[in-house]
């Protein structure tokens, strides 16, 4: 569903041979780098939970089945796509259990200890939280299933309205955002054996998507409960303009602002 963790880093060891510990501006980049390689824009997957079902496949792809009763999720994506935290579950602690350890290995040896704060972005007001991807970035938001915890601001007649912003934060609260281009039918899909039975059973109730992008092959079935379907891409400049044309058919010739976030302090702004 999308999580935006802001992190705090403490380290402590020897001086180098610059008197520093490690020089600010590359220790930032290089511990930025190391987490955008790791976690972001992947799809976290707890490897120690019984519900959940992890093939690795040649050319680098991995299958993933999370199995919910009736509403699991199928995916198979290029293994990059994916993070694999040992763990019962996906939280705080466990993301950052798994942080430290690749931090740990890759930072330089006079560090002799590290420790790590993930906190979440201090919102205040109505946010929503979405999974989504874009086949045609050339970034890691390529991948199928990555998400966002954002704030939503909507304003009427220049005056912000608290209500349909709830509305909204309702309506996108642990939902996939889906491309109409990017449907296919599920017999398409190809699949875990597991995924294929459960979807042969109750396909009626699921959406699949397929799409190539420059990573690879990236394919996903949904419970159709758990989407909602999108007439465009589903970049934050086209899901603003989306808001504002859903917005606009219930308030009339008002004029409407949408300011709508995608991660820590960023996002796009439509009128209508």
């Given at each position: 569903?999308?999580?935006?963790?802001?992190?705090?880093?403490?380290?402590?060891?020897?001086?180098?041979?610059?008197?520093?510990?490690?020089?600010?501006?590359?220790?930032?980049?290089?511990?930025?780098?190391?987490?955008?390689?790791?976690?972001?824009?992947?799809?976290?997957?707890?490897?120690?939970?019984?519900?959940?079902?992890?093939?690795?496949?040649?050319?680098?792809?991995?299958?993933?089945?999370?199995?919910?009763?009736?509403?699991?999720?199928?995916?198979?994506?290029?293994?990059?796509?994916?993070?694999?935290?040992?763990?019962?579950?996906?939280?705080?602690?466990?993301?950052?259990?798994?942080?430290?350890?690749?931090?740990?290995?890759?930072?330089?040896?006079?560090?002799?200890?590290?420790?790590?704060?993930?906190?979440?972005?201090?919102?205040?007001?109505?946010?929503?939280?979405?999974?989504?991807?874009?086949?045609?970035?050339?970034?890691?938001?390529?991948?199928?299933?990555?998400?966002?915890?954002?704030?939503?601001?909507?304003?009427?007649?220049?005056?912000?309205?608290?209500?349909?912003?709830?509305?909204?934060?309702?309506?996108?609260?642990?939902?996939?955002?889906?491309?109409?281009?990017?449907?296919?039918?599920?017999?398409?899909?190809?699949?875990?054996?597991?995924?294929?039975?459960?979807?042969?059973?109750?396909?009626?109730?699921?959406?699949?998507?397929?799409?190539v992008a420059p990573q690879g092959l990236f394919q996903l079935a949904m419970p159709a409960a758990e989407v909602?379907?999108?007439?465009?891409?589903?970049?934050?400049?086209?899901?603003?303009?989306?808001?504002?044309?859903?917005?606009?058919?219930?308030?009339?010739?008002?004029?409407?602002?949408?300011?709508?976030?995608?991660?820590?302090?960023?996002?796009?702004?439509?009128?209508?």
């Amino acid at each position: 569903m999308g999580e935006s963790w802001l992190v705090d880093i403490e380290m402590s060891g020897e001086l180098n041979e610059m008197s520093m510990l490690l020089d600010f501006g590359r220790v930032k980049k290089l511990i930025k780098s190391i987490i955008d390689d790791e976690v972001d824009h992947k799809l976290l997957v707890p490897t120690e939970c019984p519900l959940v079902q992890v093939a690795q496949l040649d050319g680098d792809e991995s299958t993933v089945d999370l199995l919910r009763p009736g509403r699991s999720i199928h995916l198979r994506c290029p293994s990059q796509g994916f993070a694999f935290i040992p763990s019962p579950q996906v939280d705080k602690e466990s993301v950052t259990r798994y942080l430290l350890a690749v931090l740990a290995k890759r930072l330089p040896g006079n560090i002799k200890d590290l420790s790590l704060t993930l906190r979440q972005e201090a919102i205040d007001g109505a946010f929503y939280h979405y999974s989504h991807g874009l086949k045609k970035h050339d970034g890691n938001c390529q991948r199928i299933a990555h998400g966002h915890r954002s704030p939503i601001e909507i304003h009427v007649d220049g005056e912000r309205d608290q209500e349909l912003e709830l509305n909204w934060a309702e309506r996108w609260a642990d939902i996939y955002l889906g491309t109409d281009e990017d449907r296919v039918a599920l017999g398409d899909l190809a699949l875990s054996e597991q995924a294929k039975a459960i979807l042969q059973e109750a396909g009626e109730h699921y959406v699949g998507f397929k799409y190539v992008a420059p990573q690879g092959l990236f394919q996903l079935a949904m419970p159709a409960a758990e989407v909602e379907m999108i007439d465009t891409d589903t970049t934050i400049e086209l899901l603003a303009h989306y808001i504002a044309r859903e917005v606009k058919k219930s308030v009339g010739d008002k004029f409407i602002k949408i300011v709508a976030y995608e991660g820590v302090g960023k996002g796009a702004i439509a009128y209508a």
